[in-house]
């Protein structure tokens, strides 16, 4: 019980510390995007006064001139625990309408593509542990550590490059057809999959192979393991074996490479929506820098943020479940 | 246990200082060498690391900078001993523009390594070894820096911030790995804490920084240059990403620069005829990060060797957790 | 081998090679050996001898890439003799833990961390066909005579159970299915000297109660004494002496035994403050081609450097791998032969570690 509030202290601290990370960077930084905002405005009227130009800036960005830093900081967090992300300076719609609107495609995407790359990886590892020194453990050996060393937005650019605009095989960007209507229908969520399928493409051919190189690694030990030999001797099933014993112990370490592996990707999903105009939260994060929108891009990055410690909390709370030496939980060294 | 470390210094006493640094020698360099050299992967992988660091220091001064119009625009490549590699659309000289590249990269990559496994270190180390409140807070700090997306993260800073030296850069782009790093070089140092040997070093009151110098950091070293390694690849990834999506201010000599030029002005996604601008850097910037994989992982093997092979077929490695745990 | 006894594990010419770049390491030499039935048949030697591939012989459980060849021959009843290393692969499955049953090395990882106690038990059932409700009945009773709740360690993950509770379990989960042989190796080596010495006690009743054969392995020469009917002493890779515990331990002809005996001064004096025998056991790829105990024995001579000494039954009970077990004795007193307490001399290299131990001081 007291592990939980610690698990959800230490989330709510860190998504605190964002906010606050965000504020400091806009608010504090010199050059940032109050200097920005006020450059642009010099340069539209040039014959406005400096204090004229100020009250303009404040007016845009939503501060009150009144306030002291602290009390701005305050009310900042306190807006934005309240949902409210400020306007974006650039579509003129709220931040959060423009991004709660997108989220769920950044999560179709990295669902999709975690789900292929530890299916995929624990799958070719745990055969690969099975056949260790065999011509198939090298040739994949290999073949996983080649995957592994190409950015994922190489691969993208090369898909794109190769199927979509030379082939014509894939759309070049979108997350679903004009044609299609949005609703719970198969056509519309075969169009969904394949407007999304050249991105987790991306992502899972990169990636497959360092969850492959893992669990085979993991499965080596446990092949190792006295309980492993005892279970063996002890005639039960393969089956059994191949799933109770090496499966599960191999998997379990792999659950903190998972927690691991949303944020990383979720961060590469900022990258290739971009490449694949794929309108998630990546893509107006984008959008926004472009554009200098700042709180477009700050709402953007504190989502993000969000969602990664929604999902490591979520794991972290689940991790009890399959490891039955983490069910105290204060032991465990994980993340 | 207390009587390892007399015999220990007896030991030394018999060496001479001259043997004494051979079998350093042996035991940090050559063996650690020819573990490496007899594997071919990792063999591949010290060459092409070796290469790209050629190619940043005697290249650069070897091959000419890239310039407009140092050739006809769009020369295709192999059509001219002039220019190998062909000329993107400004006429620059392909190779030009990957050699000069390179030096620019490696300082990024250096500088990241160097703060994030400092950084790392340090913190991982006294959360580590001084435990208590110094470590929960350390802990908790890492523990809400990790769950922070970096390339996010890094994105926002390099928005904001515009660098342009490479060392700023390369610190940027690593603005939160130390933090996992530091997470599990906590973890470790706390395993070594408890180990017999740091035990009899504390029992002998040996000096904390001095057992920390010289018991604890010894044992990370593996892991802290394995992970070295890794965060120049998180630099490679990174930087090229967000300098192909001009994120990063504007640069001539990055490979990101290149492939963004051709992606975005010479149309190369349309063209078959203007890809290989787009395709050359893609492959300097995949063959140094395969380098740098098969270096890591082959570093990996010899430190690790629990991951090395079951049956490999030394007697030395056969200490299966059976015969070789009890006494 | 002995007519007359009734013999329940007959071992003959095990062998065990494993292929390695250096050569050929035979870690298992031509070993003869027969188990009677409910009897405890102790086997002592130092590390690498060899045991664990002994105690793993006796199941045709020998792990890859080993080879194991020679003869292994179970007999449920004197009269049935089963060739272990000729059984189908399903017959071999059966027989292990039905018949013949293993307690490991490393017993406190023989649990998958992620099964409850009471599964281990359950999944070992059902694998053997056996009765959920009967079986599960059998492991309370031998849970409880090993002085466990049963219901508690049942529910319990293994990391929730100390390393002895967590031994005794293994035990119980050995004889689940009521086997004729129980062959243990090193079951005590991971406890401490209290728990060791309480585990021993409960092998004894056990063994009384389920009238068991045990094959009992550890490095602990006095251990082993208080617990055998009979004892081997393995020496690279093969038995050197085999005897009833009363002709090992105080009639000991071979010099390696006596070796072994004269490192303990007194029989309740625990393995950790055993002093070590001078010199090295040999390397498995090359056993010299005489006796391998040669090296480090007083008395060796050339007939010892050139050929293998065969067995020399002193009696019926009591043979000995040596040229000279008649010189033995008078080449290597025992101090409590000769009622003098006093320590052994330290081997060499603890007295040249020492002045660099008092230096430190
Ligand atoms: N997989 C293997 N490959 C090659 N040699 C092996 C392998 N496993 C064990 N050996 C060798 O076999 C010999 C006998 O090992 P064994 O495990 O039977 O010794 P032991 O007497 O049980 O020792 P301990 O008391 O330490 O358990 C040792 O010399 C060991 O080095
Ligand atoms: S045979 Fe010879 S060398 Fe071997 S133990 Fe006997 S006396 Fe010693
Ligand atoms: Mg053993």
Redesign the pocket.
């Known amino acids: 019980m007291h592990w939980l509030i610690n698990r959800l202290g230490r989330a709510i601290l860190t998504i605190v510390g964002t906010v606050s990370l965000s504020f400091v960077m806009i608010r504090l930084i010199p050059g940032g995007p109050l200097d920005y905002l006020r450059g642009q405005i010099r340069n539209q009227n040039p014959g406005m006064s400096s204090d004229a130009i100020d009250a303009l800036v404040e007016a845009q960005a939503a501060i009150n001139p009144d306030q002291s830093i602290v009390e701005q900081y305050v009310s900042y967090m306190s807006s934005v625990f309240q949902g409210d992300l400020g306007t974006s300076t650039w579509y003129g719609d709220p931040v959060n309408q423009i991004l709660i609107e997108a989220l769920p495609w950044t999560l179709f995407v990295m669902a999709l593509s975690l789900l292929f790359t530890f299916a995929i990886g624990i799958g070719l590892g745990a055969v690969m542990a099975y056949k260790e020194g065999s011509r198939f453990d090298y040739t994949f050996s290999s073949v996983s550590i080649f995957f592994n060393s190409i950015p994922y937005y190489v691969l993208g650019v090369l898909f794109l490059f190769v199927l979509s605009y030379q082939m014509d095989l894939f759309p070049t960007g979108g997350r679903s057809s004009d044609a299609v209507p949005v609703g719970f229908s198969v056509a519309f969520l075969l169009d969904a999959l394949y407007h999304a399928a050249l991105p987790v493409l991306s992502f899972v051919l990169t990636r497959f192979g360092f969850q492959a190189l893992a669990m085979r690694g993991n499965s080596i030990n446990v092949l190792g393991e006295n309980y492993l030999r005892a279970a063996k001797i002890r005639g039960l099933p393969g089956r059994r074996i191949a799933f109770q014993y090496v499966g599960r112990n191999a998997v379990l370490p792999l659950y903190t490479t998972l927690m691991i592996s949303i944020g990383t990707m979720f961060g590469g999903a900022v990258i290739l929506e971009e490449i694949f105009a794929y309108p998630g939260i990546g893509y107006y994060m984008f959008q926004a820098i472009d554009a200098r929108d700042y709180p477009l891009m700050m709402g953007a990055f504190i989502i993000i943020t969000t969602a990664i410690v929604a999902a490591i909390l979520f794991a972290d709370l689940t991790y009890g479940l399959i490891d039955p030496r983490a069910s105290g939980g204060e032991t465990r060294e994980t993340y | 246990m207390d009587a390892d470390s007399p015999f220990r210094a007896y030991e030394v006493e018999r060496r001479t200082r001259r043997q004494r640094w051979a079998y350093k020698w042996d035991l940090y360099v050559a063996s650690p060498l020819r573990v490496v050299w007899s594997d071919w992967r990792t063999r591949v992988g010290v060459l092409i690391v070796v290469f790209y660091l050629l190619m940043g220091t005697v290249g650069v001064v070897l091959v000419p900078p890239p310039e407009t119009n140092q050739g006809a625009l769009h020369t295709q490549p192999f059509q001219t001993m002039a220019h190998p590699l062909g000329t993107d659309g400004l006429g620059q000289d392909m190779i030009s523009l990957i050699v000069h590249a390179t030096p620019p990269m490696l300082e990024m990559m250096l500088s990241g390594g160097v703060f994030a496994t400092g950084v790392a270190t340090v913190l991982g180390t006294l959360a580590g070894y001084r435990a208590g409140r110094i470590d929960s807070v350390l802990t908790t700090v890492m523990d809400m820096a990790t769950a922070i997306p970096g390339l996010p993260l890094a994105i926002v800073v390099a928005t904001i911030l515009q660098p342009e030296s490479p060392w700023v850069v390369g610190i940027v782009l690593t603005i939160n790995v130390w933090a996992g790093l530091g997470r599990s070089i906590r973890s470790q140092v706390l395993t070594l804490r408890e180990s017999d040997y740091v035990e009899a070093s504390r029992t002998m009151r040996i000096r904390t920084p001095n057992i920390i110098a010289r018991d604890i950091v010894p044992n990370i070293m593996p892991y802290i240059t394995i992970n070295f390694v890794n965060a120049g690849r998180i630099v490679i990834f990174s930087s090229v990403a967000l300098y192909f999506l001009g994120v990063l201010p504007f640069t001539n000599t990055h490979w990101g620069v290149t492939m963004n030029r051709a992606y975005r002005n010479s149309g190369a996604l349309y063209s078959l005829g203007a890809s290989y601008t787009l395709l050359i850097p893609m492959i300097a910037i995949i063959v140094l990060s395969l380098g740098l994989v098969l270096l890591s992982q082959g570093a990996d093997r010899i430190f690790n060797p629990r991951v090395r092979a079951r049956r490999s077929k030394t007697?030395s490695d056969?200490e299966?957790p059976g015969?070789g745990g009890?006494r | 081998m002995s007519p007359g006894k009734d013999v329940v594990l007959d071992v003959e010419g095990a062998r065990v090679q494993?292929e390695?770049d250096r050569g050929v390491?035979r870690?298992l030499d031509d070993v003869d050996l027969s188990v009677s039935r409910e009897e405890i048949f102790g086997i002592v030697?130092e590390?690498?001898?060899?045991?664990?591939?002994l105690a793993a012989s006796m199941l045709d459980a020998v792990?890859d890439p080993?080879v194991l060849s020679g003869s292994i021959t179970y007999y449920p009843s004197p009269d049935e003799p089963v060739d272990i290393l000729e059984l189908s692969a399903e017959e071999l499955r059966q027989l292990r833990w039905e018949e013949i049953a293993m307690v490991f090395?490393g017993a406190l990882d023989s649990f998958n961390p992620t099964l409850r106690i009471g599964q281990h038990f359950q999944e070992t059932l059902s694998a053997h066909n056996v009765d959920r409700q009967s079986g599960m009945e059998r492991a309370r009773e031998l849970l409880s005579d090993l002085y466990l709740e049963p219901e508690q360690v049942l529910a319990s993950h293994p990391h929730e159970l100390s390393g002895g509770m967590r031994q005794r379990a293994l035990i119980a989960l050995a004889l689940l299915l009521e086997p004729e042989v129980l062959v243990m190796d090193?079951p005590t080596g991971a406890l401490d000297l209290l728990m060791q010495r309480s585990i021993l006690s409960l092998i004894k009743k056990l063994q009384r109660k389920y009238n068991l054969t045990i094959v009992f392995i550890s490095?602990d020469l006095p251990l082993v004494a208080n617990l055998a009917d009979r004892i081997g002493v393995?020496y690279a890779?093969d038995l050197v002496e085999v005897g009833t515990a009363e002709d090992v331990v105080e009639g000991a002809r071979h010099p390696y035994t006596r070796a072994l005996l004269k490192a303990v001064p007194n029989l309740e004096t625990p393995y950790a403050e055993m002093q070590p025998i001078a010199g090295r056991a040999p390397d498995?790829v090359s056993v010299p081609k005489g006796c391998s105990y040669a090296e480090r024995c007083p008395l060796a001579d050339d007939q010892c450097l050139d050929v293998h000494p065969p067995y020399d039954d002193l009696t019926d009970e009591h043979r000995v791998a040596c040229y000279y077990p008649e010189e033995a004795p008078a080449a290597i007193p025992l101090p409590f032969e000769d009622q003098s307490v006093e320590r052994p001399d330290d081997p060499p290299e603890a007295a040249g570690a020492a002045p660099g131990k008092e230096g430190s001081r």
């Open positions: 007697i056969s299966d015969t009890a | 494993f390695m390491a870690v030697g590390s690498g001898s060899g045991k664990s591939m792990e080993g090395q090193e490095h393995m890779f498995p």
